[in-house]
């Protein structure tokens, strides 16, 4: 793996975990009603935590291509703001060169949220 894709893709992954996570709390904060109701039927706490485990698999999907977007757009406002996108122009990077780790990465988070749609989201709903 290139020194360029390693600092790309450490610098996206700080981004993403982040991104992901805050929507994760966010989206989970929003389905307080549900947990309330679960709650006032008299569920106790182990099965509680198995609901809110088996939401997020409905989030995913929601989450992580909002979070890859957010980390893209913020990825490259980091690196032209600090000069370093101009650098690597110069250096006689492509625009194709700097973009690829970014959208081979972006192919395996699609992979990963067809799998959380087609069977986390199925089995989940099973459970």
């Known amino acids: 793996m290139p020194i360029l894709w390693r ?3 450490t610098q996206y992954f700080k981004i993403f975990s982040i991104s992901l996570s805050g929507f994760l709390i966010l989206l ?3 389905r307080m009603e549900e947990t309330a109701q679960i709650l006032a039927l008299g569920a106790s706490p182990s099965q509680m935590g ?6 997020i698999s409905y ?3 929601i989450a992580i291509p909002i979070s890859s977007l957010i980390s893209t757009v913020l990825l490259f406002k980091n690196i032209s703001h600090s000069s370093e996108l101009t650098a690597l122009r110069a250096a006689g990077f492509s ?3 700097i973009l690829f780790p970014l959208l081979l990465t972006s192919y395996f988070l699609f992979l990963l949220n067809l799998f959380a749609v087609s069977e986390m989201a199925t089995s989940s709903h099973l459970n």
């Open 28 to 30: 989970l904060v929003t």
């Open 50 to 55: 198995l609901f809110l485990f088996f939401q």
């Open 95 to 97: 625009l194709k060169a």
């Open 7 to 9: 600092y790309l893709l």
């Open 59 to 61: 989030i995913l999907p």
